[in-house]
């Protein structure tokens, strides 16, 4: 796996385990154009990796990542256009990611919202620090949650959970989101590191072929489910990004305000 062909991603091996961290800490890890071209790829590369069995997404700084970059967002909002290549490489995030036969350990050292939120839950295991909250406030930026969230958070919570969540964009804690099911693990923001150490060499030390393709297996109906709604779920998303409601949230946002929303009925 060439490294160097990522410019907002940062590699360490430890013996037969890769991390991955997202690195834009001074933005939260928050995604621009850039970093959503490079995940729409390193999951693929990071497959094929011949030197690793495991890999670990993480966060630098103090987040996981806290969603879509504003500035990315004003510049499709600009040219909508650029939409198409967004969509294109939102599926490539999500199936990448199912059709990793590694497994793939989300060690949520912070928040994760939105697209955060979406690339944490698609991975087969999930630690956080007790100390992060999750969430997918797209309606919060006047969005549609299409980039998969409306796939895995009915799946992992229910339907009635998961449509509170992606209607009002509330974030949770980590131990809220470990009760009800949503993530795995809650653990103290001290510990987080070892747990996902401990756990991600139990599975190393494993039988590496029964363990890849029981996660192959139990991805079948996910993956299923993934292709039925992910074309219809991102162009919705791409319909509200031409909306008054969504220039309404990106504008407020940068003028440090809150959005006054319904101008697009």
Request: aromatic letters at 8%; hydrophobic letters at 45%; one cysteine or more.
């Amino acid at each position: 796996m060439n490294f160097s062909n990522y410019q907002t991603l940062l590699f360490e091996r430890r013996e037969r385990v890769l991390t991955i961290t997202l690195n834009r800490p001074d933005k939260l890890n928050a995604v621009d154009g850039l970093m959503h071209e490079e995940l729409a790829r390193v999951f693929v590369d990071a497959a094929n990796d011949a030197e690793s069995d495991i890999i670990v997404i993480t966060g630098a700084g103090r987040a996981f990542s806290s969603g879509g970059d504003i500035d990315w967002m004003q510049g499709m909002i600009d040219r909508p256009v650029l939409f198409e290549k967004t969509a294109r490489e939102g599926k490539q995030i999500v199936f990448s990611l199912l059709d990793c036969e590694k497994p793939v350990i989300a060690k949520l050292n912070g928040h994760a919202t939105g697209l955060g939120a979406t690339i944490a839950l698609f991975c087969d295991v999930i630690f956080a620090a007790e100390t992060a909250k999750i969430g997918d406030p797209h309606v919060s930026v006047g969005f549609v949650a299409g980039d998969g969230g409306a796939v895995i958070w009915p799946q992992l919570i229910g339907y009635a959970r998961a449509k509170e969540y992606l209607m009002t964009g509330d974030l949770m804690s980590a131990v809220e989101a470990a009760r009800i099911g949503l993530i795995n693990h809650a653990v103290p923001a001290g510990e987080l590191d070892k747990r996902v150490d401990d756990f991600a060499d139990r599975l190393a030390r494993g039988a590496t072929k029964a363990i890849r393709w029981s996660k192959v297996s139990a991805n079948i109906g996910l993956k299923q489910l993934a292709h039925s709604i992910m074309d219809a779920s991102l162009a919705y998303e791409a319909l509200s990004n031409i909306s008054a409601d969504h220039q309404e949230a990106v504008s407020a946002f940068r003028e440090k305000r809150q959005p006054v929303f319904g101008r697009g009925k």
